[in-house]
Structures are given as structure tokens and as C-alpha cells.
């Protein structure tokens, strides 16, 4: 029998983890970096360098609708395409920074950053 691998819940449901990484890539998009969790951070990175390399390439029809479904607005659209542009081409685009442990429970927080050269 096949198994699909361990995929981190955070404890929601998929409807609320899917709304949960659209809003939080919506803020590192307006914002250029946010503070979260470590596990959040990662899944975030993953889905933010997708995203990121998606956008540098021609921007068709089908990429434009593409990343418009994955990001829900067209103004979150624009904040990638010009992340896209302000970062060399061989490079990721995101970066990790690990922080002081919340105080309250004890979870590694950390600062992700979009990596923009002018």
C-alpha cells in the first residue's frame, strides 16, 4: 500500500493551512519580511522560492493565472513581479533568520527576509 509522506499540519484542518500560507506570503510580499515560527518559515520558503522563480520567467497568460490562483489578488501579483526583478538570476530570494524562543511556549521564532539587490 502507498503512503503519502508526513506533511506538517500545524494542527488545522487543509482549508485553514492553505489560508494560513496564502496570508503569510501575502505579508512577506508587502512587508519584505515577517516573524514566525520555524516550521511555518520553512513551508513558506519552499512555497516563496517557487514562486519567486515562477515569476522571473515570461510571464504568460498561464504563469499570469497560475501564481493569480496561488496568490488570490493581482496587487500581491505585482509585489512578486518586482520582487522577481530586484533579485540576480541564479539566486533563491529568501533567507532565514533565526530569532530569541518565544516566551510563552518555547517556539523557535524566526525572521524571513526577501532578498532584494538594487
Known amino acids: 500500500m502507498k503512503r503519502s509522506g ?21 505579508s512577506l510580499l508587502e512587508h519584505g519580511s515577517i516573524t514566525t515560527t520555524l516550521p ?14 515562477q515569476a522571473k520567467r515570461e510571464l504568460s497568460l498561464h504563469t499570469r493565472r497560475e501564481l493569480l490562483r496561488q496568490l488570490g489578488h493581482a ?12 533579485q540576480p538570476a541564479g539566486k533563491a530570494g529568501v533567507r532565514l533568520t533565526k530569532l530569541a524562543k518565544r516566551r510563552g511556549d518555547d517556539a523557535v521564532l524566526v525572521k524571513i527576509d526577501l532578498l532584494t539587490y538594487d
Open 6 to 26: 508526513k506533511q506538517t499540519t500545524f494542527g488545522r484542518g487543509a482549508h485553514h493551512r492553505s489560508a494560513l500560507l496564502k496570508n503569510l506570503l501575502s
Open 40 to 53: 511555518k518559515a520553512r513551508l513558506l520558503r519552499t512555497r516563496a522560492e517557487g514562486l519567486l522563480t
Open 75 to 86: 496587487r500581491e501579483l505585482d509585489w512578486l513581479t518586482e520582487a522577481a526583478k530586484k
